[in-house]
């Protein structure tokens, strides 16, 4: 079987793009590699992330175009360049052009750190649904793995993983505990879950 490929869509630290690498380091992953990471945003850690492992790191950034077409053009030809399999956007916040999910559709999937469909859509993004969780006084919040489509988080969910919200958590430690106990499982999980999928479905 040729290598499952992934094209991973980044903005900020790339922590969840890290555990992706760390599970195909430790073999978990076997038989998928990242042929691409793309970040919108030039200074995000996680394209030094991908320098440091001997990933191509793109940096396609809206600021460097005349208008939202252009940009979109380029995001969309700049993932199939790296002809992937998936499409994993990986704390990527920006919205996905609908020439990107016509595309791909079907073959793309987003962490988002709640469960949804609590704290999502327009606005949940990153501290934001934490703070909305702690204030809704929710004891138990988590991360989902969905797939992507012309809506906001409201694709398909291929995967959910609670995590208890405890006394005196602010939304910093509670996202913390949400990435570490849920993101950085789920994501690789799901990535391996769409690779077996394919596979079944080429023999
Ligand atoms: C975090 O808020 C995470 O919960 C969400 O995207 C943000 C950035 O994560 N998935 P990362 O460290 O860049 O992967």
Redesign the pocket.
């Known amino acids: 079987m040729s290598d499952f490929r992934l094209c991973v869509l980044?903005?900020?630290?790339?922590?969840?793009?890290q555990a992706i690498m760390d599970r195909i380091d430790d073999g978990s992953l076997s038989g998928i590699v990242i042929s691409r990471v793309i970040s919108n945003n030039p200074d995000a850690y996680?394209l030094e992330r991908a320098k440091k492992a001997g990933i191509e790191a793109v940096c396609v950034s809206r600021r460097d175009y005349p208008d939202a077409a252009a940009f979109n053009s380029a995001l969309l030809s700049a993932i199939k360049e790296s002809e992937p399999s998936l499409v994993v956007l990986?704390?990527f916040l920006v919205v996905l052009p609908r020439e990107v999910i016509r595309e791909f559709e079907g073959r793309i999937i987003n962490?988002?750190?709640s469960l949804i469909p609590s704290f999502c859509g327009k606005g949940y993004?990153?501290?934001f649904v934490h703070e909305a969780a702690l204030k809704r006084g929710v004891k138990v919040t988590g991360a989902t793995v969905h797939i992507v489509d012309e809506g906001t988080d409201t694709g398909p969910i291929l995967i959910q993983k609670p995590v208890m919200v405890k006394e005196g958590d602010t939304p910093e430690i509670l996202?913390r505990r949400?990435?570490e106990e849920a993101?950085w499982i789920i994501l690789p999980e799901a990535i391996r879950k769409m690779a077996d999928a394919e596979e079944g479905r080429e023999n």
């Not at 980044?10 to 793009?17: A, F």
């Open positions: 980044v903005s900020g630290g790339g922590t969840n793009l996680a990986a704390g962490i988002h750190p993004y990153g501290l996202q949400v990435m993101e």
